[in-house]
């Protein structure tokens, strides 16, 4: 047995297992994934963005402060 039939096997068995077959796209999953949004440019961020960047995002846009900019916003624990 060679190695492109190993990989027509591997092939085969994924899609008869239901797996989706070739290489997966992360970009879908990091769209969804950004859900802090500064209230006053509507830019959005990931979901684990530190409070460090958005606080110099405020400042630095928009000359404001972290609680005008990102109301609510509470840091994900590391």
């Known amino acids: ?37 500064c209230s006053v440019c509507r830019n959005t961020f990931l979901c684990t963005v530190r409070a460090k960047a958005l606080n110099e995002h405020a400042e630095n846009k928009h000359s404001k402060t972290l609680d005008q900019c990102f109301p609510g916003f509470v840091e994900m624990p590391k």
């Open 1 to 37: 047995m060679g190695n492109g039939q190993k990989a027509q096997h591997k092939r085969e068995r994924a899609a008869k297992n239901g797996a989706k077959a070739g290489p997966t796209s992360q970009k879908k999953a990091n769209e969804a994934a950004k859900t802090v949004i």
